[in-house]
């Protein structure tokens, strides 16, 4: 017998999907980047709990750890406080 492996099975789902021109794909409401030069292509996307991967032409092209939409909200509304509050200090001192 062989020992077991490290790392324990994790049971992933696939989908087929086609990269639109701004080269994020949506997966349950979060955005993922890929490379620019696989937008417009048909690649496959492997989802875990735990990660997201993408491949086009049988090669991993991009590697995301798995995020929620909640989180996708917060770094959204952050970003949109710093740069209301840089436009408002620029304002201000003009």
């Given at each position: 017998m062989q020992p077991l492996p490290l790392l324990p099975f994790s049971y992933g789902e696939w989908k087929t999907m086609k990269v639109p021109p701004k080269h994020h794909i949506t997966i349950q409401a979060v955005l993922y980047s890929v490379p620019y030069t696989v937008r417009g292509h048909v690649v496959e996307v492997k989802i875990t709990d735990h990660d997201v991967t993408v491949f086009a032409n049988a090669e991993i092209v991009a590697?995301?750890?798995?995020?929620?939409?909640?989180?996708?909200?917060?770094?959204?509304?952050?970003c949109i406080q710093i740069i209301a509050s840089i436009y408002r200090a620029k304002a201000?001192?003009?």
């Amino acid at each position: 017998m062989q020992p077991l492996p490290l790392l324990p099975f994790s049971y992933g789902e696939w989908k087929t999907m086609k990269v639109p021109p701004k080269h994020h794909i949506t997966i349950q409401a979060v955005l993922y980047s890929v490379p620019y030069t696989v937008r417009g292509h048909v690649v496959e996307v492997k989802i875990t709990d735990h990660d997201v991967t993408v491949f086009a032409n049988a090669e991993i092209v991009a590697y995301h750890g798995r995020s929620t939409p909640r989180s996708k909200i917060t770094v959204r509304r952050i970003c949109i406080q710093i740069i209301a509050s840089i436009y408002r200090a620029k304002a201000e001192t003009q």
